[in-house]
Each structure stands twice: as structure tokens, then as C-alpha cells.
T-cell receptor
Framework: DGGITQSPKYLFRKEGQNVTLSCEQNLNHDAMYWYRQDPGQGLRLIYYSQIVNDFQKGDIAEGYSVSREKKESFPLTVTSAQKNPTAFYLC??????????????FGSGTRLTVV | EDQVTQSPEALRLQEGESSSLNCSYTVSGLRGLFWYRQDPGKGPEFLFTLYSAGEEKEKERLKATLTKKESFLHITAPKPEDSATYLCAVHWAGSYQLTFGKGTKLSVIP
């Protein structure tokens, strides 16, 4: 079955540590997105990529980095510069770069906690 | 100012008690409005896309409608399994992303 796989489901980060969240899709979608979800704040866009080897900052990119070396993969690194990383992270993809046709397909999320 | 506002923030219904959730938007050049359902600890699940005022879509107990400035998600005779957070998102001309509202948390009590 086609879909988006995020791993791990739970992740614990120590102070000053970089961690990488995995996102893989087998839907042959061109565009991929990373969102952060906090209670009472809804989904906020971190980074998005419309095509391989290209990505754009979203509304809250500071302290995060991404790469898009393959169409299927869009990993997110939470760096030590992100001062409040505890949140639920969602990866999404869309069949076309505008997201217009069918909206987004989401992964099941990664919950990151700072310890 | 939020571009997408959902109300109420939370809604408790008795099983079988019909109601509506609201999503209002201030963006211009709407290209699509999307409804998602999200269960705790999971990613949002796509429900509907609406493209133009007057359009309606139905799925089981859910019906989504769209006007020029808002959308409603009507829930008819809800069941406890309809309990979830419902998210609204809009896509407008010139944007390459969806903008999400903060969601409405629906609880259906048996």
C-alpha cells in the first residue's frame, strides 16, 4: 500500500544534541512538507520541497534543516539551535507542487521530547 | 490576524445530537478548502476538498459546505467514533502551501 512512513514514532533529545526525523513516501508525489504541531497552535510549516534537490523555508524554519536528495525521502534535522523542540512533527506530501489537486497525505507523526 | 479561523475550539455532543463546525477564512483567490480528521497521536486524515462557493460533499454522517468566506462541517447523528479533532485548511492563488486552522476538538458522549 502507498503511503508516508515517519520514524521513529517517539524520539528523545538531550540538550545540545541534533536529531534527525525520517520521512519516506512511495506515492510518487513531487512535493513534501514538514509541519510542527503544538497544542492550541495548529500546524505550522517548517520546510517544504516541490522538487528533488530544492527546498524552501516555511514560517518557522529557524533551528531546523532538511535535504531532498531523493524524491521519496525528506528528512528533517532538529538542531541544537532550536530552543523549544518538544512537539509533534508531521510530514506530508502532495501529488503536485501546489497541493491543489488532492491536498496533502500525512504520515503518522513523530513525537519529539527534550530530556 | 489568523487567515483561517475554526470555531468552536471544542464541542461536546451527546450521541445522536447533530451540530456544525465552522471554518472561516480571509484569504483572497481561494483555490481549495480542505477538511481533515485527526485522532490523538496520529496524522491528519483527508476528508473533503471544496473548490467553489455552493459546493457540497458528503461522507457517511459528515457533510461539508462552502460559501465565499466560510465552510461548515455538518455532523448528523454523531457516534462516539466521530470523536476527533477536525482541521480545516485553505489553499489560495499564489501560495504553494496549505494554511491550517487550529482545529475543533469534537467529543461525542454515549
Amino acid at each position: 500500500d502507498g503511503g508516508i512512513t515517519q520514524s521513529p514514532k517517539y524520539l528523545f533529545r538531550k540538550e545540545g544534541q541534533n536529531v534527525t526525523l525520517s520521512c519516506e513516501q512511495n506515492l510518487n508525489h513531487d512535493a513534501m512538507y514538514w509541519y510542527r504541531q503544538d497544542p492550541g497552535q495548529g500546524l505550522r510549516l517548517i520546510y517544504y520541497s516541490q522538487i528533488v534537490n530544492d527546498f524552501q523555508k516555511g514560517d518557522i524554519a529557524e533551528g531546523y534543516s532538511v535535504s531532498r536528495e531523493k524524491k521519496e525521502s525528506f528528512p528533517l534535522t532538529v538542531t541544537s539551535a532550536q530552543k523549544n523542540p518538544t512537539a509533534f512533527y508531521l510530514c506530508a506530501s502532495s501529488i503536485d507542487p501546489s497541493g491543489h489537486t488532492l491536498g496533502y497525505t500525512f504520515g503518522s507523526g513523530t513525537r519529539l521530547t527534550v530530556v | 490576524e489568523d487567515q483561517v479561523t475554526q470555531s468552536p475550539e471544542a464541542l461536546r455532543l451527546q450521541e445522536g445530537e447533530s451540530s456544525s463546525l465552522n471554518c472561516s477564512y480571509t484569504v483572497s483567490g481561494l483555490r481549495g478548502l480542505f477538511w481533515y480528521r485527526q485522532d490523538p497521536g496520529k496524522g491528519p486524515e483527508f476528508l473533503f476538498t471544496l473548490y467553489s462557493a455552493g459546493e457540497e460533499k458528503e461522507k457517511e454522517r459528515l457533510k461539508a459546505t462552502l460559501t465565499k468566506k466560510e465552510s461548515f462541517l455538518h455532523i448528523t447523528a454523531p457516534k462516539p467514533e466521530d470523536s476527533a479533532t477536525y482541521l480545516c485548511a485553505v489553499h489560495w492563488a499564489g501560495s504553494y502551501q496549505l494554511t491550517f486552522g487550529k482545529g475543533t476538538k469534537l467529543s461525542v458522549i454515549p
